[in-house]
């Protein structure tokens, strides 16, 4: 089991902060990855970045200047770092499990919001 | 970047089959992952690597990919199927994860 927490309210070009606590697995297994999404208001699915066992990190292109996703060394949390926040960063956020063959056991979503 | 395309929405009665494309470019070469997001729940895995379903997904789902189309078919529909649904892949050559905007499903 995943599950997200942090603020749920982030000032603009502040940065938001996230964590997620892994239940019953570790982030030290190399049959998976740990990644972050988010879905903005009614719209779409966006993959923000994934962390693998070894700490290698890859993200999106379109946040990748402002992303960085890190693990605990307890190996049962990972960590989401969005820097300089805007209203168009407003969104639920979700932690996920995945492999090559797809994103299997998703966190229940936390919704932040970029706001004065 | 790599796009995947799907229908704003799709109807069909209950009992009748619904059919949710998914369209790429050459996305018969990729694996196909399908998606299930039912309103104030987060996504659930339905379909992956174009045609298996993990466990207790039922049989009336099912997937297809070939050429620049993907399909989730989901059979004798049921009202419980409303929902929204999304295709994705893994894009090797930008080490992507790309998702498609999405697909309301509504049950007449």
């Known amino acids: 089991q995943l599950q997200e927490s942090g603020p749920g309210l982030v000032k603009p070009w502040e940065t938001l902060s996230l964590t997620c606590s892994v239940a019953?697995?570790?982030?030290?297994?190399?049959?998976?990855?740990w990644a972050w999404v988010r879905q903005t208001p009614g719209k779409g699915l966006e993959w923000i970045g994934s962390?693998?066992?070894?700490?290698?990190?890859n993200s999106n292109a379109s946040l990748k200047s402002r992303v960085s996703i890190s693990s605990a060394t307890s190996r049962t949390q990972f960590f989401l770092n969005l820097r300089s926040v805007t209203a168009a960063d407003t969104a639920i956020y979700y932690c996920?499990?995945?492999?090559?063959?797809?994103?299997?056991?998703w966190g229940q979503g936390t919704l932040v919001i970029v706001s004065s | 970047s790599y796009v995947l395309t799907q229908p704003p929405s799709v109807s069909v009665a209950p009992g009748q089959t619904a059919r949710i494309t998914c369209a790429g470019n050459n996305i018969g070469d990729k694996s196909v992952h399908w998606y299930q997001q039912k309103p104030g729940q987060a996504p659930v895995l339905a379909v992956y690597d174009d045609t298996d379903r993990p466990s207790g997904i039922p049989e009336r789902f099912s997937g297809l990919n070939s050429g620049t189309t993907a399909t989730l078919t989901v059979g004798s529909v049921e009202a419980g199927d409303e929902a929204d649904y999304y295709c994705q892949v893994w894009d090797r050559s930008s080490d992507h994860w790309v998702f498609g905007g999405g697909t309301k499903l509504t049950v007449l």
């Open positions: 996920v499990r995945h492999s090559f063959s797809g994103f299997d056991s």
């Open positions: 962390l693998f066992y070894t700490g290698t990190t």
């Open positions: 019953g697995d570790s982030i030290s297994r190399a049959s998976h990855f």
